[in-house]
């Protein structure tokens, strides 16, 4: 490289007008007008554009005339103000003429356009995610992680925190989603794991008193995938020493704070809004319900139970429930093949039906009204408080299935309405979890969160005597519908770990195969202590107003867990097979 690069093309304004300036990038876009060539030079910050002229450089100009899309260059020449000004550039304003320039390297056509707006399949994008990577928007994103983290770091290391990595290949555990493992080759037979979490090498190091730890960490969980969702994953993992849940919360709530203010400007404030567990799945029918609007589930059963419609008598009298949300004022909006299309909708979540009212200038309307008397129909309307112009949306069934049917219809209704406010940021905290939720494959209780979760202490005896409705001292974090971070106060008692081990049906013996050595560790002088860990990629998907996690990962995985760019994962050959001991059966 004869010329050095003296600036970013982005970082140029009308006050550098009349400086020599040496800028690098990739073209963008080059529009010959016979003695003129105008080249828009990109690089990280922004695009300059550039202006061959071959009554000032008749040499720049003949190698202008070379450049194709994507070839890489350095251009130096003398900025001037823009006689057409481009307002929809920050750049806009100014250009840059110029007397010299290097062709660094060529590029033959790009497969996929460098711009915002390119419309290919996300596969595409992947396979040539080098080139997905050097658009606008997807560079912003990656930018902001990075400022995202860069805060995360400072705040907490401000705070007492001390980052401490722990080891990626570790001991296979149960901790809700399947391991990814790894053969030893120098131990044929057996394997590593890569971890779900740091959770057990966090907690000791609260034993080791090291007190307020803290990790931007990457974790494996071999699940099925969703937007949302990535095989893996960075979290933020925090821990500390000689807490309660209230201490926990009212620092990460200081956290976010600060993440949103530094990286985007938005002051939150705080405290943040809480719900229990039950508050939350009663009125939204979602452990992490988005608060932006309004559709709360409405309680029916005590209105419905004797009326002569049996789909609604029957779930009440089996020990379910029927709930209903008012669609509040966009009743018109909603067609009968619309209505369709939503009752199609809630079966996906197990919901048999979807039964429906409107009321009309004429009256109410529903296939269902000529099953309530007069007194009943009143009733219905008075409790779920509709009038004129609304929309109500029943769901008969067992509890979970009401909670999960119409806890997503809600959403899907309010995306229909657009009323979705992606600039809008509600974020809550959803606080006493069950302990346990019951297996239905294993017939058997198993932990909401993880085995190393406190019960509440007035619900320790009910592990044993009424599991179901032990809570936890648990909190997760909500922002505008999705999970970003969970945690809890953790048993720091080898005892009462070992009764919740006992509680969730491993002996003894299978409890110290799988976890002595932290239960060794609680012999020897534990504190109690508690954490929590933020989801990065979530975290960042919504303040970059994302819909997909990949969007803010550099280099993700497919909805498959494959990646397009490498082709991995791949078969082993016989040779690395046999240097691990290991043979492939594949199932058909």
């Excluded at 003949?62 to 920050?90: C, D, F, H, Q, W």
């Amino acid at each position: 490289m004869n010329l050095k690069r003296t600036h970013m093309c982005g970082n140029l304004n009308k006050d550098n007008i009349g400086e020599i300036v040496t800028l690098s990038g990739w073209v963008q876009k080059r529009r010959d007008l016979g003695g003129l060539i105008f080249v828009d030079l990109r690089d990280r910050s922004g695009i300059m554009q550039m202006v061959f002229d071959n009554k000032v450089s008749e040499d720049a100009f003949k190698e202008a005339e070379k450049l194709g899309s994507e070839y890489v260059i350095t251009v130096k020449g003398k900025i001037y103000e823009r006689e057409s000004k481009n307002p929809n550039m920050p750049t806009g304003d100014i250009e840059v003429f110029a007397d010299d320039i290097e062709i660094l390297n060529q590029s033959q056509t790009p497969p996929i356009y460098i711009k915002d707006d390119d419309d290919v399949s996300e596969n595409l994008r992947l396979k040539y995610r080098y080139l997905d990577l050097r658009k606008s928007k997807m560079q912003k994103n990656l930018i902001l992680r990075h400022k995202v983290a860069q805060i995360v770091r400072n705040f907490l290391s401000n705070e007492g925190f001390l980052e401490i990595e722990t080891p990626m290949l570790t001991k296979t555990t149960p901790e809700g989603a399947r391991d990814y493992l790894v053969p030893s080759r120098v131990n044929p037979g057996k394997f590593f794991a890569l971890p779900q979490s740091p959770q057990m090498f966090k907690q000791l190091l609260m034993v080791s008193g090291m007190e307020r730890y803290f990790q931007i960490v990457k974790c494996f969980r071999d699940e099925d995938l969703r937007a949302d969702r990535q095989p893996e994953f960075t979290q933020i993992d925090c821990e500390m020493s000689f807490v309660n849940a209230e201490d926990v919360m009212a620092i990460n709530e200081k956290l976010l704070q600060t993440v949103f203010k530094e990286a985007l400007n938005i002051d939150i404030a705080l405290p943040f809004d809480r719900l229990t567990y039950e508050e939350a799945m009663e009125r939204f029918g979602s452990d992490k319900p988005d608060t932006r609007f309004g559709f709360e589930l409405v309680d029916l059963g005590e209105v419905i139970k004797d009326c002569g419609f049996k789909v609604f008598t029957s779930a009440i009298e089996s020990g379910g429930a029927v709930k209903a949300i008012n669609v509040k004022g966009h009743g018109d909006q909603f067609s009968r093949k619309d209505i369709t299309k939503l009752e199609d909708y809630v079966k996906n979540y197990g919901a048999k039906g979807l039964a429906w009212l409107k009321i009309t200038e004429e009256g109410v309307t529903s296939p269902i009204a000529k099953f309530f008397t007069e007194e009943e129909m009143a009733a219905v309307l008075k409790t779920t408080n509709a009038e004129q112009g609304d929309l109500v949306l029943f769901v008969a069934d067992k509890k979970q299935v009401v909670y999960d049917a119409l806890g997503h219809l809600r959403v899907e209704v309010a995306k229909i309405l657009n009323m979705l406010d992606k600039d809008e940021f509600k974020l809550l905290w959803v606080t006493e979890f069950p302990l346990f939720e019951y297996d239905e494959e294993e017939q058997r209780y198993a932990a909401k969160h993880h085995p190393f979760t406190s019960p509440m202490d007035e619900d320790i005896e009910l592990m044993v005597t009424n599991p179901e409705k032990a809570r936890a001292k648990a909190y997760d974090i909500v922002l505008n519908g999705y999970e970003i971070g969970g945690g809890s106060i953790r048993i720091h008692s080898s005892e009462l770990q070992q009764k919740m081990f006992k509680a969730l049906g491993f002996s003894e013996e299978e409890a110290w195969e799988k976890f002595g050595f932290l239960l060794e560790a609680f012999k020897y002088g534990t504190p109690p202590h508690g954490g929590i860990a933020f989801g990065l990629d979530r975290l960042v998907m919504l303040l970059t107003k994302e819909d997909n996690i990949r969007q803010v990962i550099a280099f993700p995985k497919t909805q498959n867990a494959t990646c397009p760019l490498t082709n991995a994962p791949t078969f082993a050959d016989e040779r690395q097979l046999d240097e691990l001991s290991v043979r492939v059966h594949i199932k058909e």
